[in-house]
Each structure stands twice: as structure tokens, then as C-alpha cells.
């Protein structure tokens, strides 16, 4: 078991706890807010499975390869792609399962805006899923849902992280024809804990509590993205992403997993039939598929994910492109980002009481490096004129 527990590598898929014939294995939350197996020796029968689903030990293979085509795409349905962080691609795929009968799983928030993974059986509660929420959601026992549903014939559409489809298809041992999975372009997952904190704060600050929370409303744009907040006493918090505490927090890299920094899953082809990313870049890349509402990079990796793309085509605006030129713009579609040098003094700042304002002074970006910034994206516009 010693092997399991390494923390660097532990992308905490939560595949070996829910293989465990004697539910020997506890999921439990470190001093940062992110879960690691945890192994009762005394009920442990060594008996090897929970190595064997490891995905960071096993990486499994991907389904029937095909060459991964890649394509900019969203939805024509205005409402959904408003409500979705890119082009709304995944609501349209999982539409096209549940029409058939089957249950798609994907991530949600509890009634406390912490992130969980659930399963969804009826349109009206795919809203639940849709839209990104950037925390590390906890898978549970999904993986045992999904099983129990694929064996009783019905359709499965799994979404997640790469890491948890890679967990998932390890768990599950073999092909079920009627398995599809979605994965997204993934920069990391932030830990929960710090999340709890962000949440605390924004309470404290209007005196109420959350109500509804959207990482990703337009209402600025798509590009420049905005956190939106809405509280039970009627109040309204609205930030862009260059502003808002958390999304400094996870975007500059202080508080992400640390599995996130040397990520196993960042090549080609990513583990899931489908990938879906934000299509950045694409205002230079193909100009009259970008009007600011959101538009998708998607690719398309096995044969079963061509399948279930197929379904979809009459619902979305889409063009086909090469899968690198797409992917460039997208910083970490291939490599793992690198840890914040203040990420070790920021969790124990945290678990020492610090407050948000005083977390995100430690990733403030120190004027110098500013100016030299401004001025090198300055010298680079003028070149290109
Ligand atoms: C943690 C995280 C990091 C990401 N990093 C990047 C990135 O660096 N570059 C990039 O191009 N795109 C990234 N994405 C993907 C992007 O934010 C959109 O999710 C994607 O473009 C799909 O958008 P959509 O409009 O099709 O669907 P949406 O409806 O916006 O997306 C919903 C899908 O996201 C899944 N999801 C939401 N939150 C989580 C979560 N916490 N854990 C697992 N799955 C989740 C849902 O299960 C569902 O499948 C990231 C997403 C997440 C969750
Ligand atoms: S070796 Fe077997 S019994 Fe022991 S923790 Fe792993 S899966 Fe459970
Ligand atoms: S199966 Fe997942 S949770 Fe368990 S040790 Fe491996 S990576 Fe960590
Ligand atoms: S960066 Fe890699 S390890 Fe981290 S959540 Fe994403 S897929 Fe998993």
C-alpha cells in the first residue's frame, strides 16, 4: 500500500476506496483540504486490487484509439450557452444521452457550495452539472453508481476531470458499449479547504448566505470572465476573473492538488472519448466563430466518442481544425502548470487564520514584473501592426 499513499502523485481519483471488497479504504481530507486514501490494516486482506485500479499506476488505455480530429463548436441554443463556461457542448451530449434513457454523472454543489460528483437521470436537473465549478469535486461512490447502471443496460455519460476518467475506466476493468465519457482541458483542481475560506468570506462580508453561485457568468464576456455571487439577503457580488480573490488564488497556482504540477494525464490522446476545453485563441484562429458568448475547443478521441458526436451535429454552430494549432493557446492542454513559490506559506497562513485579503496579497504580482509585462505585451502588438 505504501505506493498508494504517495502524496505527489495521488491525483485522488477515489478509484481504489470503492474498489475495496471490505471497505477498508477512507477517502479522508489532509491539513490543505484534499483527500488521500487511508488503508484499515486490520481489515486488509492484501489482496492487490486497489494497486491494480490505480490510474497512476495502471494508466489505462484508451478505447479503440482513432486519430483525435479536433474542432471549435458551440451550441445554437443561446439560452444553454449562456449558462454553460464555454460553448455548452456538454449539455447538448448529455441531452443526447438521457434521451435515450440513460443517466449522466458529472459535477454539482451540495447545499453548502461544496462540489460532488452525482448522477442525473432527468433533464430537468442537468443544470446541476453544467457549468465549471473550480474545486476538486469529490467523486464518492459514483464509480460503483455507474457500474451498478451500466450492468442493468442502461446508457452512462460520465464527466470529469481527466484523472477521474481515468480512475473511473480502471475501476470499472472493462469496455461497456454503452459507456461514454467527457473529460475537460484541466489546469488543476483547487483544494477545498481554501475554497471554504473563499466562501466564508464573501458570507461575512455581506452578512448573509450564499444563494447561487456561477464561476463563469458573460455578462463581462466570455474572455474576461466573471465570478458571480447572489446571497440570500438579495445582495449581488460580481467580479471579473482578473479581480475576484479565489480566481487569483487558483489561477496563479497556490492552492491547487499536488498531483495538478506533475499531471499524468496531459497527453494525447486524454483519456475520456470526448474533451472539452474553452476554444481560446480563437478570435486570431478562426474569427467568425468567436462573438464573445463562448465557444468550445472539442476533440474527439475514440471511435465511440465520433458516435455520440454525430448525435449532436444539428444542434451547434461547428468547424473542423487541425488539433494543435487549436490546442496552442491553451497553456495547460499538454504541461502540468508549476506550483506558486508562496504555495506552501499559503496553506499554513490559512490554517492559521489568515484571512482571504491577506491570501491573496501573497500572490499579488510585484510592480516591477507588471511593467515589464505591459511593456513586453506593448512590443509584441507593435510587431504584429
Ligand atoms: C477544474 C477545471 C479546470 C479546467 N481547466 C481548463 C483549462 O485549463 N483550459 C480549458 O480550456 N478548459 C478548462 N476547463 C474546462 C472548461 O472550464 C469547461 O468546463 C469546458 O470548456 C466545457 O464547457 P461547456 O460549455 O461545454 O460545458 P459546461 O456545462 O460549462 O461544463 C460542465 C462540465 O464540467 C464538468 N465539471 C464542472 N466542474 C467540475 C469539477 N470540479 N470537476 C470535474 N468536472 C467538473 C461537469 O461534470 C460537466 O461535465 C476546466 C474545467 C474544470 C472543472
Ligand atoms: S489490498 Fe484489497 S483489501 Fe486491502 S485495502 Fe487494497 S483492496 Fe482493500
Ligand atoms: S486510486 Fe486514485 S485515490 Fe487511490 S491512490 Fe490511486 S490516485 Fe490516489
Ligand atoms: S491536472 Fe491532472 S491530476 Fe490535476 S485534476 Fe486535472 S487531470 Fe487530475
Not at 481519483?13 to 483540504?33: F, R, S
Not at 475554497?195 to 463563469?216: C, G, H, L, M, P
Not at 495547460?332 to 485579503?357: I, L, Y
Request: aromatic residues 8%; hydrophobic residues 40%.
Amino acid at each position: 500500500m505504501s505506493q498508494l499513499t504517495q502524496k505527489e502523485a495521488c491525483c485522488g481519483c477515489g478509484a481504489c476506496a470503492q474498489v475495496c471488497v471490505k471497505n477498508c479504504i477512507t477517502m479522508k481530507a489532509d491539513e490543505e483540504g484534499f483527500r488521500y486514501p487511508s488503508v484499515d490494516m486490520q481489515q486488509c486482506v492484501n489482496c492487490g486490487l486497489c494497486e491494480r485500479v490505480c490510474p497512476i499506476l495502471n494508466k489505462p488505455e484508451t478505447e479503440a484509439p482513432s486519430q483525435v480530429s479536433a474542432y471549435a463548436a458551440y451550441t445554437n441554443e443561446e439560452a444553454i450557452r449562456e449558462a454553460s463556461s464555454s460553448g455548452g457542448i456538454f449539455t447538448l451530449l448529455a441531452e443526447a444521452v438521457l434521451s435515450r434513457q440513460g443517466v449522466v454523472f458529472g459535477a454539482a454543489f451540495d447545499e453548502k457550495f461544496d462540489v460532488h460528483h452525482v448522477m442525473v437521470d432527468r433533464l430537468e436537473d442537468l443544470w446541476r452539472l453544467r457549468g465549471s465549478k473550480y474545486v476538486q469535486s469529490r467523486i464518492g461512490d459514483t464509480y460503483r453508481q455507474a457500474k451498478e447502471q451500466l450492468e442493468s443496460g442502461r446508457p452512462v455519460l460520465f464527466s470529469g476531470v481527466a484523472c477521474q476518467i481515468a480512475g473511473l475506466k480502471n475501476f470499472l476493468g472493462k469496455n461497456y458499449s454503452k459507456l461514454y465519457t467527457v473529460d475537460v482541458l484541466c489546469h488543476g483542481v483547487p483544494s477545498p479547504r481554501a475554497w471554504n475560506k473563499y466562501k466564508q468570506a464573501q458570507e461575512t462580508a455581506v452578512d448573509s448566505e450564499i444563494q447561487s453561485i456561477f464561476f463563469r457568468s458573460k455578462v463581462a464576456g466570455w474572455k474576461k470572465f466573471s465570478m458571480v455571487l447572489e446571497f440570500q439577503n438579495g445582495g449581488q457580488y460580481c467580479e471579473l476573473l482578473s479581480e475576484d480573490a479565489f480566481m487569483k488564488w487558483f489561477l496563479r497556482d497556490i492552492c491547487l492538488r499536488p498531483s495538478c504540477h506533475s499531471c499524468r494525464f496531459k497527453s494525447l490522446p486524454y483519456p475520456a472519448d470526448i474533451t472539452l476545453g474553452d476554444a481560446w485563441g480563437i478570435d486570431r484562429l478562426m474569427p467568425d466563430m468567436d462573438d464573445d458568448r463562448g465557444t468550445s475547443v472539442v476533440l474527439v478521441n475514440t471511435e465511440k466518442g465520433s458516435t455520440l458526436w454525430a448525435k449532436i451535429q444539428d444542434r451547434m454552430v461547428v468547424r473542423q481544425g487541425d488539433v494543435e494549432q487549436l490546442l496552442a493557446p491553451n497553456g495547460a492542454a499538454k504541461k502540468s502548470v508549476k506550483a506558486h513559490p508562496k504555495r506552501k506559506a499559503f496553506f499554513t497562513a490559512m490554517n492559521n487564520g489568515a484571512t482571504a485579503d491577506q491570501l491573496t496579497r501573497m500572490v499579488r504580482v510585484p510592480l516591477v514584473r507588471r511593467v515589464l509585462s505591459f511593456g513586453k505585451r506593448c512590443v509584441k502588438k507593435i510587431l504584429k501592426i
